[in-house]
């Protein structure tokens, strides 16, 4: 084993500390990388704060991850020292089962690992990105293109992959309209992939306090839902609604702005239920579904549309010590539109 300097939540009440926590020796089929940035996430705040269950503490979260290789096992074919990779919320799943063949590997019929707080097929529990370096099996490592920068690209690999998936799955592109709920992280992110993907956007935001950022990053219109108007306006206008906010919000009201037949997903997770009424999907027989990230292969797929579109992820660069404010100012709703480590800060 080798130790590493990180970054660890001690409890669901402490802030995070400097500490270390050990990475495994290199195997045949590993990757050691050199982390350069980890974004923050949401996740990684509802996580560590034990929001989402049991949190096996102490706890080194981020699966926004972006360095450098540097080295490989010895049985290592794709990946090779000095290459620019990342990695995102998985590290490892049976890849047998039928989810994992057909590359979703997310969806793992016999449990996908996590890339922290969860149990590894050895049975350790896995750390995550807010440390020096991170051990890899090579097939849950992805190429960033040399065109993407680093830290920019470090949120593509939840954010981005997040908004990708369902824009992809549901037919976002020409012809179609496309609202997205909230102007966040994942928000931001939806806004530029499906303006590049050829739909024409809108934001659906509490305030018009970020119109501005929202047209600029592609949005065709923009919407404050605090204006009771909006909802009686926009009546059945959207193929498919994007929902990224992380709090609960009036279903049924939203699901009336979807056209019939179209749908709406949700791709944040709030920490309590949210109600439906089944008539609102019945009429218009509209979709209400989820969408969780991504597999390794779609994943790659978004870094590359990312690099050939010129989208990145708007970022505040932080060091160590901004962390555990980082993690205020999330919940505050005040940073555009996402927190990167510079992880050479954390010792």
């Not at 939540?9 to 590993?30: K, M, Y």
């Not at 039928?98 to 149990?119: F, H, I, P, R």
């Not at 990224?244 to 709406?264: C, Q």
């Amino acid at each position: 084993m080798t130790t590493v300097a990180a970054l660890a939540a001690p409890s669901a009440t402490e802030p995070l500390i400097r500490t270390t926590v050990e990475r495994r020796e290199l195997g045949p089929h590993d990757v050691l990388i050199d982390i350069k940035y980890a974004g923050i996430c949401h996740s990684d705040i509802h996580t560590v704060r034990g929001d989402w269950g049991p949190v096996p503490y102490p706890l080194t979260p981020g699966h926004e991850i972006a360095g450098i290789v540097a080295a490989v096992g010895s049985e290592v074919t794709t990946r090779k020292v000095g290459d620019r990779v990342g990695v995102g919320c998985l590290v490892n799943s049976c890849r047998e089962c039928e989810q994992c063949l057909a590359g979703q590997e997310q969806d793992c019929l016999n449990g996908s690992v996590g890339t922290y707080a969860s149990k590894d097929r050895d049975g350790t529990i896995t750390q995550g990105g807010y440390s020096s370096q991170v051990v890899v099996n090579d097939a849950f490592t992805l190429l960033i293109p040399d065109s993407l920068e680093l830290d920019v690209a470090a949120p593509l690999l939840c954010a981005g992959i997040t908004t990708y998936s369902p824009l992809r799955r549901w037919g976002a592109g020409p012809g179609k309209k496309v609202a997205v709920i909230g102007l966040g992280g994942l928000g931001h992110m939806a806004v530029q992939l499906a303006h590049a993907l050829g739909a024409e956007v809108t934001v659906l935001s509490q305030s018009l306090k970020k119109q501005e950022d929202g047209l600029k990053l592609g949005a065709d219109h923009y919407y404050a839902t605090s204006d009771e108007t909006t909802f009686q306006d926009l009546k059945g206008s959207f193929d498919l609604i994007i929902n990224t906010v992380s709090a609960k919000i009036p279903l049924d009201d939203y699901l009336r702005l979807v056209k019939p037949h179209g749908a709406m997903v949700c791709v944040g997770a709030p920490g309590e239920p949210l109600e439906l009424n089944i008539f609102s999907l019945i009429g218009g027989a509209k979709a209400l579904a989820g969408s969780n990230i991504g597999g390794i292969p779609e994943t790659q797929e978004m870094l590359d549309f990312c690099a050939e579109h010129g989208i990145g992820a708007q970022i505040e660069v932080i060091d160590a010590d901004q962390v555990n404010d980082a993690y205020e100012r999330v919940l505050a709703s005040d940073v555009r539109y996402r927190f990167v480590i510079d992880v050479s800060t954390i010792g």
